[in-house]
Nanobody, 124 residues
Framework: QVQVRESGGGSVQPGGSLTLSCAIS????????TAWYRQRPGKEREAVVV???????RYGDFVKGRFSISRDIAENSLYLEMNDLNAGDTSMYTC??????????????????WGRGTQVTVSS
């Protein structure tokens, strides 16, 4: 009954910005771990940002201060603002909800729900 739905992906030029949305239903975001992951062709899934139950956020090293996550409790949604995008950011971005914690691209909780993903393409 927990569902995750992403939106906001698209094509942008290098240096551009996009904001991805993740709407979660079935459980309050304040009671779970949430995250944005990305997976490029031929690469392992990597964490963009992981958000703990209390709202504490941890970003992947590649972010380099370019992205920021916000959590809207009323809407039960996550918003990932991505700025100064480059070609290396081209990927499928997936939102996920986990009842315990994320590690090494996996959820270790009893409840693990992953969205279908939204594509981000950065090119000239």
């Amino acid at each position: 009954q927990v569902q995750v739905r992403e939106s906001g992906g698209g094509s942008v030029q290098p240096g551009g910005s996009l904001t991805l949305s993740c709407a979660i239903s079935g459980v309050p975001v304040s009671e779970i771990y949430t995250a944005w992951y990305r997976q490029r062709p031929g690469k392992e899934r990597e964490a963009v940002v992981v958000i703990e139950k209390d709202g504490t956020s941890r970003y992947g090293d590649f972010v380099k201060g370019r992205f920021s996550i916000s959590r809207d409790i009323a809407e039960n949604s996550l918003y990932l603002e991505m700025n100064d995008l480059n070609a290396g950011d081209t990927s499928m971005y997936t939102c996920a909800a986990c009842s315990l914690y994320f590690a090494s691209g996996n959820c270790y909780g009893r409840t693990s729900v992953w969205g279908r993903g939204t594509q981000v393409t950065v090119s000239s």
